[in-house]
């Protein structure tokens, strides 16, 4: 089974929860990803994690080894400074 890239783990992110924002980085192995949902208004850290695994499903033990992610209703990104803007290959 092949490594993942992060447009795979995007796509599978994004079937799961309707995302205003989703950006994800990685290298087969390790990702990151930045996740803004209206879906997370009103739920803790955790909760928000809880829902971004149940998109993944297995793949989370299957595939992806490892995933850091930042989890933010669409007020939070709103309010976030903005992050540098990283070029799109």
């Not at 990702?31 to 803004?36: M, W, Y």
Request: charged share 20%; aromatic share 6%.
């Amino acid at each position: 089974m092949a490594d993942p890239t992060a447009d795979d783990v995007r796509s599978f992110i994004a079937a799961g929860i309707a995302c205003d924002h989703l950006e994800v980085e990685g290298d087969g192995r390790h990702f990151f990803a930045t996740i803004v949902s209206a879906d997370f208004n009103g739920k803790s850290r955790v909760v928000r994690h809880q829902r971004v695994y149940a998109a993944l499903g297995d793949r989370m033990r299957e595939q992806i080894h490892a995933l850091s992610m930042k989890t933010l209703t669409p007020a939070e990104w709103a309010s976030a400074p903005a992050a540098p803007q990283h070029p799109h290959h």
